[in-house]
């Protein structure tokens, strides 16, 4: 099918189907956990039968293919610069969950200056039809391509844990979001607390400051205690939920995906416009917000 073929198609199915839902995982801080988390949260999705894919957003050093012992040959930059097809290069993982592997040598959006429009959109189209939903792992830092990921996913898991430091980068990053795009959904998970009274009282004083100080709300995901399996996990090159089904962190991370619904249809739970959105940050003006 040409790619004229399956735009043709995608906007076609557009008017019937909802958008699939697109959650991007951020923090501000590096070693917070968003990968192993999003590597973990993503495979709880697709255990629930949500047909789930996970993308590698960290331009510059994307390493979930790593954290499974995989070597991608070939990546999303492969296909964006229309040197392979989708199919090409998505890895199946456990559970029917599937891998997009990032783009590691496209360090800035700047480097995606050579992307083929068509070869963007075929794989847009794609993705849209296969995908209920997408959790789009981030790099560290509050880089512009961590906001642009996030304004156009229009739901954003902000991954923090109780030192002070990651507290203070995950209330930058969600005070830059919530200034740029004011309706953005905003969930907060704290990660490597000591127990769960520790992340409780994270997540409470985060929500009550943003909420007095921006004016917004944010959703708690809920709490992951600090698990020597993960670490264990990591230095094996195995995702801590599939080596330790009955660790307190795989636990933890369960309770999370219910409070995400990730236990429902994602249909059922509204729609993010991100591929159009998408779409429209390379093709069309540079403009990524109120595209919907
Ligand atoms: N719940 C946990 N309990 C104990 N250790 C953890 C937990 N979550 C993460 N870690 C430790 O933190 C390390 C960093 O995790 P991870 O690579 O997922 O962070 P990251 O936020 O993706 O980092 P980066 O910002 O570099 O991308 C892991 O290798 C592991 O050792
Ligand atoms: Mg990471």
């Known amino acids: 099918m040409s790619q004229e073929q399956r735009l043709r198609e995608w906007v076609r199915e557009g008017k019937s189907k909802k958008g699939c839902r697109v959650i991007t995982v951020s923090g501000g801080k590096g070693g917070v956990g968003k990968t192993n988390l999003s590597v973990a949260l993503s495979l709880a999705a697709a255990s629930q039968g949500r047909r789930t894919f996970l993308m590698d957003g960290d331009l510059g050093l994307a390493n979930i293919d790593v954290l499974f012992n995989l070597d991608a040959e070939r990546d999303l930059s492969h296909v964006l ?21 990032g783009a590691s040598g496209m360090t800035q959006m700047a480097d995606l200056a050579d992307i083929h429009p068509d070869a963007l959109e075929g794989m847009l189209c794609e993705l849209e039809k296969r995908a209920e939903l997408v959790l789009v792992d981030t790099g560290a830092g509050i880089t512009r391509e961590v906001v642009e990921f996030c304004v156009l996913s229009g739901e954003v898991l902000v991954v923090t844990t109780p030192e002070p430091t990651a507290i203070t980068d995950a209330y930058a990053l969600i005070k830059v979001l919530a200034e740029r795009e004011p309706g953005l959904d905003l969930w907060l998970l704290v990660n490597m607390a000591r127990d769960h009274a520790e992340g409780e009282a994270t997540i409470a004083r985060i929500r009550e400051v943003a909420e007095r100080f921006l004016g917004i709300t944010i959703k708690s995901a809920g709490v992951v205690l600090d698990d020597p399996v993960v670490s264990t996990a990591v230095r094996n090159r ?20 219910r409070n995400l619904g990730f236990d429902r249809p994602c249909d059922q739970q509204g729609s993010s416009n991100f591929f159009r959105r998408m779409r429209s940050l390379f093709t069309g003006p540079r403009t990524v917000t109120g595209t919907s």
Do not use: N
């Open 81 to 101: 610069s229309g040197r392979a097809e989708l199919d090409d290069i998505l890895i199946d993982l456990p559970f029917g969950l599937t891998l997009v592997p």
């Open 238 to 257: 195995q995702p801590f939920t599939l080596a330790y089904p009955h660790s307190s962190a795989q636990s933890c991370v369960m309770s999370i995906a």
